[in-house]
């Protein structure tokens, strides 16, 4: 995902945890969940009217 190319003090968060937001990531941090939620979240936010969250 590209928001895993983020990095902090050079350091890239893919680096750390190479999986993490991968239906494979296997931590307990629900990151594909998150993800997930998180999309619909802005697209029900931003288009309204228009796309449902569910169609993402």
Do not use: C, Y
Not at 5 to 17: A, F, Q, T
């Amino acid at each position: 995902p590209v928001w895993s190319g983020v990095n902090v003090g050079g350091v890239l968060l893919r680096d750390i945890m190479p999986n993490i937001g991968l239906e494979i990531d296997g931590s307990d941090g629900g990151w594909n969940q998150m993800i997930k939620n998180l999309t619909e979240a802005l697209v029900h936010h931003l288009f309204p009217k228009h796309i449902q969250p569910s169609s993402v």
